[in-house]
């Protein structure tokens, strides 16, 4: 059962910041969708995975150049992940549905799973953002406490320390367990988002696509290369956990920190304080506002507030549409988390993970 928002509060405002962006956009004559810059921006990210792959295969080099290869085919992969299967699984990357398809399902360079994403991320991450219970992000199998809401274990007071060697295996996990339990569970509880296409399609998709994948990585570079598996294992799990790494860390970067709000819904009516819109300023953080290259590299997701308030417009507009949603939150006096620099961002994650960490008999008494 979900729980519901408040159909508005604050007198309107998600009202005034739609008008004032809509505005921006005729004023300016812009498309909301991808233009020129993202499309050749993925053409960079896309090299970046698949021109090392080839060099390995093709080329004899030195097992230390194959393995930094390897790290830079991951920095491509993260790449990927952030700037063009986010937008196209949006319907954010380009006006024509078929092309949004098309760059949406580059997520199974990151051997996930583009369904599964779209219930998980668009559905109950963007809706239910930080609402434990129901956005899945907050989910790590009771290994990792990302809210007080969740119950804590004596492992946890270690978790600022060892969550940075879990966080890097984030895509590996998608590749060999998470996106099979997923597709159970959303098929079971989730039926109404889910069942877009039959279930045996479903999983004949899916486990298509793994087979696919396994081919690709790992059995064809072992044929071609012929060289001991286990050095092929090591070169995929470097290019995995390099992606995983920067993909946790940033998408950690937007909740799971200090400023941010873990709300639940109150019991009698089951339903939150706020409004969907306003529920997203208390739960959700920008960072390295003015970084160029951060903001290049990450796909717009160090704004993050624009992005879960308009996940339908391109990242590349977010930098503008930042001033238009800081100042319409500012006259309605409601909060706008922002951390000047990735660095910062990242010391208040771990300080929060520490503060998780603590028993919370200990933290009340």
């Known amino acids: 059962m979900y729980t519901n928002f408040k159909r508005n509060n604050k007198q309107g405002f998600y009202k005034v910041l739609t008008r004032r962006v809509n505005d921006y956009f005729k004023t300016h004559q812009l498309r909301k969708t991808g233009n020129y810059r993202l499309y050749l921006k993925s053409v960079v990210m896309i090299a970046l995975l698949v021109v090392p792959y080839f060099v390995i295969l093709g080329v004899s080099l030195s097992w230390w150049w194959q393995l930094l290869l390897c790290l830079i085919a991951g920095l491509g992969m993260a790449g990927i992940g952030m700037n063009i299967m986010h937008d196209g699984n949006h319907g954010s990357f380009s006006s024509r549905p078929i092309i949004n398809k098309i760059m949406g399902s580059t997520i199974y360079f990151l ?65 060999i367990v998470s996106d099979f339990s997923q597709m159970r569970r959303y098929l079971r509880d989730h039926k109404a988002v889910a069942q877009t296409k039959s279930p045996v399609i479903l999983w004949s998709h899916l486990i298509l696509t793994k087979i696919l994948y396994f081919i690709g990585w790992l059995a064809i570079p072992y044929w071609v290369l012929g060289i001991a598996f286990w050095k092929i294992l090591l070169g995929f799990f470097v290019m995995h956990y390099t992606a995983g790494l920067i993909l946790s860390l940033i998408f950690q970067l ?8 873990m709300p639940l819904p109150k019991l009698m009516p089951d339903k939150m304080e706020h409004s969907w819109a306003i529920h997203q300023l208390f739960t959700t953080a920008n960072f390295s506002p003015k970084n160029r290259w951060i903001n290049w590299y990450v796909g717009g997701l160090n704004f993050q507030i624009e992005h879960h308030i308009f996940p339908h417009i391109s990242h590349i507009h977010y930098q503008k549409i930042a001033k238009i949603l800081k100042k319409t939150a500012e006259e309605f006096n409601l909060p706008y988390y922002e951390y000047k620099s990735t660095r910062s961002a990242l010391f208040s994650h771990f300080k929060y993970l520490k503060r998780m960490g603590i028993r919370p008999v200990l933290v009340n008494s």
């Not at 219970?133 to 119950?151: K, M, T, V, Y």
């Open 111 to 175: 051997a996930g799973n583009a369904h599964n994403w779209k219930v998980q991320h668009n559905f109950l991450h963007h809706t239910f953002t930080n609402i434990h219970g129901h956005d899945e992000d907050l989910e790590a199998s009771g290994i990792l406490r990302f809210s007080e809401h969740q119950p804590w274990k004596p492992i946890h007071r270690f978790q600022h320390l060892y969550s940075i060697f879990l966080y890097g295996l984030l895509t590996i996990n998608w590749a």
């Open 254 to 261: 937007a909740h799971v920190i200090e400023d941010t709000h």
